[in-house]
């Protein structure tokens, strides 16, 4: 008896139990699992991805560099276009528009080459969606496996091409580059100019009234 149950394969093993991800519209039960027991060897039935073996030989590479977005940044150079190393050196031209100088400071040398490797990745993840879409299908099935129906669902990259967005805001307004940065800085600087001016004038007039003598108007 010990040695059949030593036998037994756990339950998780022998049923795919990928989530069905759309119930019928009469259904208001519980969360469906799809309850095949032509399990694979990695756990899926062949509806669910169990006939899938991936082989080493036919795995792209790079990609992860078709769009981009998960990418290192030293594999990004390396597959740069000619579009993209013409925005990437566009970008790292910025400093000297706007007058910052990158030998005082090699910490703001390498945010401007930061900035520039993520606004070439987020220009490459666009140029992805345009060209697939905004918009994917995928199969919805039955507990048996049956496809019955397909649904849309949004490209994975919208989000991370709206964080990608953020990082780059990001980077410009600690650099000082965007315009609502830019039209602080003005402001506060013309705030220290109109400060400087005051204490000058200030200055001048008590350096004219050394001789001041708040006594004498006390005997008149």
């Given amino acids: 008896m010990r040695e059949e149950h030593s036998r037994l394969v756990p339950f998780d093993d022998n049923y795919c139990l990928s989530k069905i991800p759309r119930q019928p519209d009469d259904y208001d039960g519980p969360r469906r699992f799809c309850v095949s027991r032509c399990v694979k060897r990695n756990g899926r039935c062949k509806h669910h991805g169990g006939c899938v073996v991936p082989r080493l030989e036919n795995l792209d590479k790079l990609g992860n560099l078709k769009h981009g977005m998960y990418a290192t940044d030293e594999h990004l150079k390396q597959t740069m276009s000619d579009r993209e190393e013409e925005l990437y050196e566009w970008v790292l031209s910025w400093p000297e528009v706007y007058e910052i100088d990158l030998e005082s400071d090699p910490s703001t040398a390498h945010d401007f080459q930061t900035l520039a490797v993520e606004i070439v990745r987020e220009a490459r ?17 039955l507990p048996d496996g049956q496809q019955i129906d397909t649904e849309e669902i949004p490209n994975s990259l919208s989000e991370t091409m709206a964080s990608q967005v953020r990082l780059i805001q ?21 705030a220290h100019e109109i400060m400087d001016g005051i204490v000058d004038v200030m200055g001048g007039l008590v350096n004219e009234n050394d001789g001041y003598d708040p006594d004498s108007f006390d005997d008149e």
């Fill in 170 to 190: 990001k980077i410009k307004t600690s650099l000082g580059i965007t315009r609502k940065q830019q039209m602080k800085d003005d402001q506060t600087q013309s």
């Fill in 125 to 141: 993840g666009k140029d992805y969606i345009l060209s697939n879409g905004e918009i994917t299908e995928r199969g919805v099935y």
